[in-house]
C-alpha cells in the first residue's frame, strides 16, 4: 500500500550522502557552523522540493532537523523544518507523517 511504499522511498532517502567521503572533519562543530549546515541542508530540502524530488527533499528536512537537536537555532527555525517536511510527506502521499510533523 501507500505507507509501504512511503516506508520504501524513506528508507532509500536515507540514503543521501552524508557529506563528502573525501571531507574530515578534526574539530567539533560549533554552534555557528551547524546553524549554516543546517541552512544548506534547509535550502537544499527546498530545491529539491520544488523539483518534485520529495524524497530527497524529506531527507534533508530530516538531517536538518537532527542538527537542530544539537544547535541553539530558533523556535521559529525549527517549526519550519518541520512544516516543510510535513509538506514533503505530503508529496509522498504520507499523510499521517504529515500530521505527526504539524503536530511537532
Do not use: K, W
Amino acid at each position: 500500500g501507500i505507507n509501504a511504499e512511503y516506508g520504501n522511498r524513506v528508507n532509500l532517502a536515507s540514503n543521501y550522502p552524508q557529506s563528502s567521503p573525501h571531507h574530515h572533519q578534526t574539530t567539533t562543530p560549533t554552534s555557528a557552523s551547524i546553524a549554516a549546515s543546517q541552512e544548506q541542508l534547509h535550502l537544499d530540502g527546498n530545491a529539491a522540493y520544488e523539483s518534485s524530488h520529495y524524497i530527497s527533499a524529506f531527507a534533508l528536512y530530516t538531517r536538518a532537523i537532527q542538527l537542530d537537536r544539537n544547535s541553539e537555532a530558533p523556535l521559529p527555525f525549527t517549526a519550519y523544518l518541520y512544516l516543510n517536511r510535513a509538506a514533503a510527506s505530503m508529496g509522498l502521499l504520507n499523510f499521517e507523517s504529515a500530521v505527526n510533523d504539524c503536530l511537532e
